[in-house]
C-alpha cells in the first residue's frame, strides 16, 4: 500500500547538537509533503512543509530536504533545545487525491537531553 | 486567532454505545478533516468535509460517520463502538480551496476516547 515511514522509531540526542530525522515516503505522485511535530497530550503542530518542485527549504532552525529520485525526505533541526522533544511526523499528500487527507508516518521520538 | 478547539477533550464509554464528537474549525477555514491516531496504527484519515460536502474519506467502516454545518464546524460519530475504536480522534482544519492552495492543515488538540 501507500504509505509514509520514518527510518528511526527514536533519536537520542544532546542539547545544541543537530538533529536529523528521515522519512521515505512510497508515492512516486506525492507532491506535498509536511512535517508536523507533536508533544504529549497535544494534537500535532505543522512545522514545516515542501512541494515536490522544491529540494530543500529551511525555516527557523528547520531544513527539510526532499530527494525525490529515492523517495526520501528529512527534518533538520539545528542546535536543538530541549523544547524540540516530542514526536516528529512526515506526511504526504497524493496528488491524485482530491481534498487535504494527509498519509503519515509512523513517528520518530526525539528526546534531548540536557 | 483562536485555535481548532474539540469538544470533549476526554471521553469514556462501553462496547455498543455511540459517540459524537465536536470540532470546531479555525475562522475563516472550511475544510475539516478528522484523524485517528493509535499507538499501533499512528495517524490515520477518517474523512475530510468541504462547505458541509464530504469530499474525501479514508479506509474505516461505516460506522464511522461525519458532518459539517454551514458555519464549518463539523461533527463526527461512531456507532455500535468497539474496544478497538479507543483511540485520539483529531480535527485539522485548512483554508484550503478547491483544486489547491495551501495544504496546511491546523490540528486540535483531540478527544480520548476510551471504550470499555
Known amino acids: 500500500g501507500e504509505s509514509v515511514g520514518l527510518h528511526l522509531p527514536t533519536l537520542s540526542v544532546q542539547e545544541g547538537d543537530n538533529s536529523i530525522i528521515n522519512c521515505a515516503y512510497s508515492?512516486?505522485?506525492?507532491?506535498?509533503f509536511i512535517w508536523y511535530k507533536q508533544e504529549s497530550g497535544k494534537g500535532p503542530q505543522f512545522i514545516i512543509d515542501i512541494r515536490s518542485n522544491m529540494d530543500k527549504r529551511q525555516g527557523q532552525r528547520v531544513t527539510v530536504l526532499l530527494n525525490k529520485t529515492v523517495k526520501h525526505l528529512s527534518l533538520q533541526i539545528a542546535a536543538t533545545q530541549p523544547g524540540d522533544s516530542a514526536v516528529y511526523f512526515c506526511a504526504e499528500s497524493p496528488a491524485n487525491q482530491a481534498g487535504t487527507a494527509l498519509i503519515f508516518g509512523k513517528g520518530t521520538t526525539l528526546s534531548v537531553s540536557s | 486567532k483562536a485555535g481548532v478547539t474539540q469538544t470533549p477533550r476526554y471521553l469514556i464509554k462501553t462496547r455498543g454505545q455511540q459517540v459524537t464528537l465536536s470540532c470546531s474549525p479555525i475562522?475563516?477555514?472550511?475544510?475539516v478533516s478528522w484523524y485517528q491516531q493509535t499507538p499501533g496504527q499512528g495517524l490515520q484519515f477518517l474523512f475530510e468535509y468541504f462547505s458541509e460536502t464530504q469530499r474525501n474519506k479514508g479506509n474505516f467502516p461505516g460506522r464511522f460517520s461525519g458532518r459539517q454545518f454551514s458555519n464549518s464546524r463539523s461533527e463526527m460519530n461512531v456507532s455500535t463502538l468497539e474496544l478497538g475504536d479507543s483511540a485520539l480522534y483529531l480535527c485539522?482544519?485548512?483554508?484550503?480551496?478547491?483544486?489547491?492552495?495551501?495544504?496546511?492543515?491546523?490540528f486540535g488538540p483531540g478527544t480520548r476516547l476510551t471504550v470499555l
Open positions: 508515492n512516486s505522485a506525492s507532491d506535498y
Open positions: 485539522a482544519s485548512s483554508l484550503l480551496a478547491s483544486g489547491g492552495g495551501s495544504h496546511e492543515q491546523f
Open positions: 475562522s475563516g477555514h472550511r475544510s
